[in-house]
C-alpha cells in the first residue's frame, strides 16, 4: 500500500496558509452580522429578505449594502456568531454607492477594523465572511481577481458607476451581501455586494471615498451630492486637442436634462469635456468624482471642445435629489 508524502516546505506553506485564514476568522467573525430583513406591512412585519453586515463602532453602529436593506420602512434584526440577537433599523442609505449604516439597539459591539483597498495588489490573499443562504459565520477565502472593475448603481432615475470595485474568486453566495472581505490582517477592505457569476464575486473599496459616503450616512442619514444633468460616455481627444493637452480621452456629452444646471450653462449633446473647474475629466468616473457636496450652488468654469473650438462655460452645480 502506497502512502503519500508532502514535502516539508509545502507543509509548511499549506501550513502558513490555514494559520492567516483562521487567524482573520477569528478576528473578524464576532464582528459579522446575520441579517434578517423585515418591511411593515398591513398585516404587520413580514420578511423582505437577508443579507450580512459589518460592526463599525462599537456602540452599535453597522456596515451593509444598501440593496441588502432597499425600501421604505426596513427594520429587522441582526444575530452575532455569539448568538446575541438586536433590532437594527436603517440610520442611511446611498443606492449609488450601494452602501447602507443601520444601528442596534444594544452596544459593545465587536467593531471591526477598516483598511485601505487602495493598497491591495491583484492575487493577494483575502478573507470573505459573510451568511450565504443564512448559514451564519460562514468563512471562504481566495485571491484579489482584478482591481478597478466598474459596477454600474440606480437610483430613481439616476445612474452611476460604483469605480475601484474589487473581484475575487472568494466564494461569495445569496446572503453574503453586505458582509466583509477582509486582507491577511483582518482589516475589511470592502464590503460583498454583488455574485457576478460563478467564481465571480465583487466588494466596494473601503477607501477616501467610502470613508466620506460611510460619515455622511451615520452623521446625516444620507449622502449629498452636486448634480450637473448629463449623460456622457468615453470617447478618444481629437488629435490637435491631444498634442495640446497632452492627454488622450474625455468625455462625450449624449445626453442633456432640460433645466439641469448643464443645460442653463449652454451644455449641448455632442460637446467634448476636457475640463472642470481646474481638474482634467478623461472617463465619467472623473467627472463622478468631482461631483461632491461641496460644489452645490458653488459656481464653476467648464471647458469643452464644440466643432473643434475650445469653449469655456460658467455652470452652478444644484443637489443631486
Do not use: K, W
Not at 430583513?37 to 412585519?45: A, E
Not at 457569476?197 to 455622511?216: D, K, M
Amino acid at each position: 500500500m502506497s502512502t503519500i508524502t508532502v514535502d516539508p516546505p509545502e507543509a509548511e506553506a499549506l501550513d502558513a496558509y490555514s494559520r492567516t485564514v483562521t487567524s482573520v476568522a477569528e478576528r473578524l467573525a464576532p464582528s459579522v452580522a446575520n441579517l434578517r430583513v423585515l418591511r411593515r406591512t398591513q398585516r404587520g412585519q413580514v420578511p423582505a429578505g437577508a443579507g450580512s453586515a459589518v460592526a463599525l463602532t462599537p456602540d452599535g453602529f453597522l456596515l451593509t449594502s444598501a440593496h441588502v436593506v432597499a425600501g421604505r420602512d426596513r427594520r429587522g434584526r441582526a444575530t452575532f456568531t455569539d448568538g446575541r440577537e438586536e433590532r437594527f433599523e436603517v440610520v442611511g442609505r446611498d443606492a449609488l454607492s450601494d452602501l447602507a449604516v443601520l444601528r442596534v439597539e444594544g452596544g459593545d459591539l465587536n467593531a471591526a477594523e477598516l483598511g485601505d483597498a487602495e493598497r491591495l495588489r491583484v492575487g493577494q490573499l483575502v478573507v470573505a465572511i459573510g451568511n450565504p443562504q443564512g448559514f451564519a459565520g460562514s468563512v471562504s477565502a481566495g485571491v484579489v481577481s482584478a482591481l478597478g472593475r466598474s459596477l454600474p448603481a440606480r437610483s430613481r432615475r439616476t445612474a452611476r458607476i460604483i469605480d475601484n470595485v474589487i473581484q475575487t474568486d472568494a466564494a461569495l453566495n445569496p446572503g453574503s451581501s453586505g458582509g466583509a472581505l477582509a486582507d491577511s490582517r483582518g482589516r475589511v477592505v470592502g464590503v460583498s455586494t454583488a455574485v457576478a457569476g460563478i467564481g465571480l464575486g465583487l466588494a466596494v473599496p473601503i477607501n477616501e471615498a467610502t470613508h466620506s459616503v460611510i460619515g455622511s450616512l451615520m452623521s446625516e442619514g444620507r449622502v449629498r451630492r452636486a448634480y450637473l444633468g448629463i449623460a456622457g460616455g468615453p470617447r478618444p481627444l481629437p488629435p490637435h486637442a491631444r498634442r495640446r493637452s497632452g492627454r488622450d480621452t474625455c468625455v462625450e456629452v449624449v445626453e442633456v436634462v432640460p433645466g439641469a444646471p448643464a443645460d442653463r450653462a449652454g451644455v449641448r449633446p455632442e460637446d467634448l469635456i476636457v475640463e472642470v473647474g481646474s481638474a482634467a475629466v478623461g472617463r465619467v468616473e472623473d467627472l463622478q468624482r468631482l461631483m461632491v457636496a461641496d460644489l452645490i450652488g458653488v459656481p464653476i468654469s467648464m471647458r469643452v471642445l464644440r466643432g473643434g473650438r475650445e469653449l469655456e462655460l460658467d455652470l452652478v452645480p444644484a443637489e443631486l435629489e
